[in-house]
């Protein structure tokens, strides 16, 4: 078959698995109405929330992958497509289990869960998370300096990012809009950032939203729309999810956005799965979180984030929020790899669209066919790579050093040095 044959063929089956995803809204799915949280409060947290979700019917999407599938040959790339199927089937099976144990079984597959096993094949999720709750523990006793205001308001939010999108992406910035009700924070598609309008928001939240949803969600976003022969790269799915929100979250790290109660929060959502995973219900979890913030909205809104779409007796969790540490991980390693193996030209692969790291040398064909467009939008510490090399090159560099032999010098040096308030 003819170059031109094959390329029809593959960008047939992108379209057909496009389509099939449009139905699947998951977090618009599982999202739970105010009234839940309102009945909570109301009988004083002590019961558990009473949630519902819509019938899904999943014979729609399954019907369109079965055709995708008929176009399906043995190459590398058609196995990438097939992997494209098997997602896209499992996150329509898992709508459909909403409310039941299957959903955490559909969703364990899809996103993971906190003693999945990383690329090492035996870090997890939750040790990391276990141990940056550690290290945070302790330096509670630290003077960090007094923070500046700790509340800013959504419309503050709203302003600094519009002037951020109209900077980077102009005619195509994303309009961004206050809410009432969203899953998170704040939540970035590609024409629209909405913002959580009963959030509060610290200093660093503004810059961490700016680069986490602008310049990484919205980017990948309208680079993968672009993409007219790979329709399936506009498209986010579970199968993308860790390295998008990888990408994101290793953006707060290299700009300087993150900081301690942000990697608390990403930690405490991993720990809190497992906890219902072992059969915490949602008041446990609950009380988890209170205990963890002290601010009974936010301990809500913390524990629908690990509850929704599962059981909420306990058992059956929502394990998306494993991805941002198992992600970052993921992310970092790679990037470090790249410049380990003076292969920096593929950065810019990352950002073509909604991909996965593991889809990086089927991208490089898709480009060589023709079909795979280099991406327009670059977030700034991508663009301008001085520093991620320098970066990236130092911290390679130190990965190889045997720590055990510094911190046992400096662990007696640090003897003679009392603690202090």
């Given at each position: 078959?003819?170059l031109?044959?094959?390329?029809?063929?593959?960008?047939?089956?992108?379209?057909?698995?496009?389509?099939?995803?449009?139905?699947?809204?998951?977090?618009?799915?599982?999202?739970?109405d105010?009234?839940?949280?309102e009945q909570?409060?109301?009988q004083g947290?002590?019961?558990?929330?009473?949630?519902?979700?819509?019938?899904?019917?999943?014979?729609?999407?399954?019907?369109?992958?079965?055709?995708a599938?008929r176009?399906?040959?043995?190459?590398?790339?058609?196995k990438?497509?097939?992997?494209?199927?098997?997602?896209?089937?499992?996150?329509?099976?898992?709508?459909s289990?909403?409310?039941?144990?299957d959903?955490?079984?559909?969703?364990?597959?899809?996103?993971?869960?906190?003693?999945s096993?990383?690329p090492?094949?035996?870090t997890?999720?939750y040790a990391?998370?276990k141990?940056?709750d550690?290290?945070?523990?302790s330096?509670?006793?630290?003077?960090?300096g007094s923070?500046?205001?700790a509340?800013?308001?959504?419309?503050?939010?709203a302003?600094?990012m519009?002037?951020?999108?109209?900077?980077?992406?102009?005619?195509?910035?994303?309009?961004?809009?206050?809410v009432?009700?969203?899953?998170?924070?704040a939540l970035?598609?590609?024409?629209?950032?909405?913002?959580?309008?009963?959030?509060?928001?610290?200093?660093?939240?503004?810059?961490?939203?700016?680069?986490?949803?602008?310049?990484?969600h919205v980017?990948?976003?309208?680079?993968g729309l672009?993409?007219?022969?790979?329709?399936?790269?506009g498209?986010?799915?579970?199968?993308?999810?860790?390295t998008q929100?990888?990408l994101?979250v290793?953006a707060?790290f290299?700009t300087?956005s993150?900081?301690?109660?942000?990697m608390?929060?990403?930690?405490?959502?991993?720990?809190?799965?497992?906890?219902?995973?072992?059969?915490a219900?949602?008041?446990?979890?609950?009380q988890y979180?209170?205990?963890?913030t002290?601010?009974e909205?936010?301990?809500?809104?913390?524990?629908?984030?690990?509850?929704r779409?599962?059981?909420?007796?306990g058992?059956?969790?929502?394990?998306?929020?494993?991805?941002?540490?198992?992600?970052?991980?993921?992310?970092h390693?790679?990037?470090?790899?790249l410049?380990?193996?003076?292969?920096?030209?593929?950065?810019r692969?990352l950002?073509?669209?909604?991909?996965?790291?593991e889809?990086?040398?089927?991208?490089?064909e898709?480009?060589?066919?023709?079909l795979?467009k280099?991406?327009?939008?670059?977030?700034?510490?991508?663009?301008?790579?001085r520093?991620?090399l320098?970066q990236?090159?130092y911290?390679?560099?130190?990965?190889g050093?045997?720590?055990?032999q510094?911190?046992?010098?400096?662990n007696?040096?640090?003897?003679?040095?009392?603690?202090?308030?």
């Open positions: 078959m003819s031109e044959s094959e390329n029809k063929r593959i960008t047939h089956v992108c379209n057909l698995l496009h389509s099939a995803l449009v139905p699947i809204r998951i977090l618009t799915h599982v999202s739970w105010s009234s839940v949280r909570f409060f109301a947290a002590k019961e558990l929330p009473q949630v519902s979700y819509p019938a899904f019917d999943a014979q729609k999407t399954l019907a369109i992958v079965a055709e599938r176009y399906i040959k043995d190459s590398s790339i058609d990438w497509l097939n992997r494209h199927c098997h997602t896209i089937e499992n996150s329509a099976r898992m709508l289990a909403c409310g039941s144990k959903f955490f079984k559909y969703s364990s597959e899809l996103y993971g869960s906190p003693l096993s990383l090492d094949e035996s997890t999720s990391l998370a141990q940056f550690s290290l945070i523990q330096f509670t006793r630290i003077d960090m923070p500046p205001p509340c800013h308001l959504a419309q503050t939010v302003d600094e519009t002037v951020a999108v109209q900077a980077m992406f102009k005619e195509e910035a994303p309009k961004i809009e206050i009432d009700e969203l899953s998170a924070n970035a598609g590609s024409d629209r950032i909405r913002i959580r309008r009963n959030a509060c928001f610290t200093d660093k939240d503004i810059n961490q939203l700016i680069q986490h949803e602008a310049y990484i980017a990948t976003s309208l680079n672009a993409q007219n022969d790979l329709k399936i790269l498209a986010s799915h579970p199968g993308t999810t860790k929100e990888g994101a290793f707060e290299i300087g993150m900081d301690i109660d942000r608390r929060r990403l930690a405490d959502r991993i720990l809190a799965i497992q906890m219902a995973i072992e059969g219900d949602f008041l446990q979890v609950y979180f209170l205990s963890r002290g601010k909205e936010q301990a809500f809104e913390n524990a629908r984030r690990v509850f779409g599962g059981v909420l007796t058992g059956a969790p929502f394990t998306k929020d494993v991805v941002y540490l198992d992600g970052l991980l993921r992310v390693n790679f990037l470090r790899t410049v380990t193996t003076g292969r920096g030209d593929c950065l692969l950002f073509c669209g909604k991909l996965d790291i889809d990086i040398p089927i991208i490089y898709l480009k060589e066919r023709g795979c280099a991406p327009k939008y670059l977030p700034p510490w991508a663009s301008d790579m520093f991620l320098c990236l090159a911290s390679s560099f130190l990965n050093i045997d720590l055990s510094i911190k046992q010098h400096y007696v040096l640090l003897e003679k040095v009392p603690k202090f308030e």
